[in-house]
């Protein structure tokens, strides 16, 4: 089968090979991929970020991807309850379910949590094979494309279990990339008062889009300019609820400077180096800051059931659809930011 592999451990070490078809074990199930998203982490793994590097460098060659759907092909046999046709989304993050943090509902701080992608063969290939316990049945009513979007929408409902958003909340989201977007269009679920969104110039296109589906974006290249704008809408308070998706020290800044005092600031994005806060300020407006990571498996079960109910779709996002060929292209897309979420077709 053809599969998008990471062959090197060096960035761009990846390329498409020809690869044997998983062995099928007896308690797994082999899907035939059909759709799959690149990530932002993808690209960190296509760079060989040294976090990324650490975790799956022993493990090369590994197949890249981990937000992927399709249509079962076989069946292990010893499973129960799934047969082939059935149409399914392998679960990204394969938590342990037995450390202290999974038994405590926190599996998103799981001890040991291989992700398919990065420590497990991934979605950019022909065929995964899986777990049967690690795969969510997706209804006939809702398209592939909208299930290998599982993992995005419960990242984001994580930042929501993670820090409460209720209907007198002004909210603001710095950063404009996938994840703050993604953001913005699942906040809805929580109805907040007034939702702004925050980017630079160079996500133009972005905040359009987001504008074109009913997000208030706003260009931002000053921070400054943010905080005028929100103090504009509370009164000069600033907003309830800040959530930080820039994943740079400055984005870092600006989302602690937009919260009012006493606000809540969600910490998402992933800066590579330290960011340099004045604590003082923090304390004497007694501001909380939240560390949100990833998803708990509560949150995977959610988003399944809002994109069942075709509450959450995220395919309006989606501005590339690509042959697996084509990979690297949809890679080069996202760099340049000029695709927003590019869906590979194996
Ligand atoms: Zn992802
Ligand atoms: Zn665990």
């Not at 063969?121 to 969510?136: I, K, N």
């Not at 984001?156 to 409460?164: G, N, T």
């Not at 969600?266 to 501001?287: D, R």
Request: charged residues 20%; hydrophobic residues 45%; proline residues 5%.
């Amino acid at each position: 089968m053809r599969a998008f592999v990471m062959v090197e451990p060096r960035a761009r070490g990846a390329r498409l090979i020809e690869r044997a078809e998983p062995a099928l074990g007896p308690d797994h199930v082999l899907i035939r991929i059909e759709a799959a998203g690149i990530c932002g982490t993808d690209l960190k793994v296509l760079e060989w970020a040294p976090n990324i590097a650490v975790r799956a460098g022993s493990r090369l060659p590994l197949t890249m991807g981990h937000e992927g759907a399709g249509v079962i092909h076989a069946v292990g046999s010893a499973v129960q309850g799934l047969a082939p046709g059935d149409r399914v989304a392998p679960v990204s993050i394969h938590y342990c379910r037995q450390c202290r943090f999974c038994r405590e509902g926190r599996s998103s701080i799981c001890d040991n949590r291989p992700t398919l992608g990065i420590e497990r063969d991934g979605v950019f290939a022909e065929y995964l094979a899986v777990p049967a316990d690690r795969v969510s049945r997706i209804g006939q009513d809702v398209s592939l494309e909208a299930a290998a979007l599982l993992d995005p929408i419960a990242v984001a409902l994580q930042a929501f279990e993670r820090v409460s958003v209720g209907a007198d909340d002004v909210v603001a989201i710095v950063g404009a990339g996938t994840i703050g977007l993604i953001l913005a269009l699942v906040a809805r679920v929580y109805a907040p008062k007034r939702l702004l969104l925050f980017g630079l110039q160079v996500d133009r296109d972005r905040l359009r889009l987001a504008n074109s589906l009913g997000v208030e974006a706003v260009e931002a290249q000053d921070p400054a300019v943010a905080r005028r704008v929100v103090d504009s809408v509370t009164h000069g308070y600033g907003a309830d609820v800040v959530f930080e998706a820039g994943g740079h020290p400055v984005a870092v800044q600006t989302a602690i400077n937009l919260g009012r005092k006493g606000a809540t600031v969600g910490l998402v994005g992933l800066p590579f180096g330290p960011t340099e806060i004045f604590t003082s300020q923090l304390v004497w407006a007694e501001k909380t800051l939240v560390a949100i990571r990833g998803f708990n498996q509560s949150c995977w079960d959610r988003a399944l059931a809002y994109i069942g109910e075709g509450s959450l779709d995220l395919t309006p996002l989606v501005t590339h659809r690509l042959p697996l060929a084509e990979a690297e292209r949809g890679f080069d897309l996202l760099e340049r930011r000029e695709a927003l979420k590019v869906i590979l077709r194996p």
